[in-house]
């Protein structure tokens, strides 16, 4: 019987080995006025030199404005066939552990929670293999603004653009004009 018990441990300590991640980055997110903004705080043993955020597959051939990263790091859109990748990276060092780095933009289109993930590898590719992910943050919330949570949400999640959205129009008397032109 001890053999037994010993063995489902084993198997039970292996099982959620490859499931829980050694150690998680810290990757939140934020929305205000079409600035949205994430922080990124590694953890012991990540060596983060990459931060992706997937976004709708229309957002790359639109304009982000008021790039916001670190010093040393670069920025790029990754457009692929179902969605677009925003994507900051550095060829230097990584971040510092359990230092909070500042990553954002300004986009003129409604949020909605996507997945994003991080890397070690240095290069702008969304194929390099990810240290950690969305997946593994499935009971941290969005932060998705109350008039939109409505729309998209989910754990681990991040907020990032979608296209199109819609968004009300104002009936007042600037309002009527600007209907004209739109």
């Known amino acids: 019987m001890r053999f037994v018990t010993v063995v489902l441990l084993a198997l039970c300590f292996g099982v959620l080995s490859m499931v829980l991640p050694a150690s998680a980055a810290n990757v939140t997110s934020s929305y205000s006025n079409f600035v949205y903004s994430y922080t990124v705080t590694p953890a012991q043993g990540e060596a983060i030199k990459d931060f992706h955020v997937y976004a709708g597959v229309n957002e790359c051939a639109h304009a982000f404005t008021n790039i916001v990263m670190p010093p040393g790091w670069n920025f790029v859109k990754n457009a692929l066939p179902t969605q677009c990748v925003i994507t900051w990276w550095t060829t230097g060092d990584p971040l510092p552990v359990g230092v909070a ?82």
């Open 101 to 182: 780095a500042a990553f954002g933009y300004k986009h003129y289109c409604a949020p909605c929670c996507h997945s994003w993930f991080v890397t070690g590898t240095g290069t702008s590719s969304p194929f390099d293999p990810p240290l950690d992910g969305s997946w593994n943050h499935l009971s941290e919330p969005c932060n998705i603004p109350s008039p939109f949570n409505d729309q998209c949400g989910g754990g681990g999640l991040v907020v990032a653009p979608i296209y199109p959205q819609q968004t009300p129009v104002d009936t007042g008397t600037w309002g009527r004009i600007k209907v004209l032109y739109r």
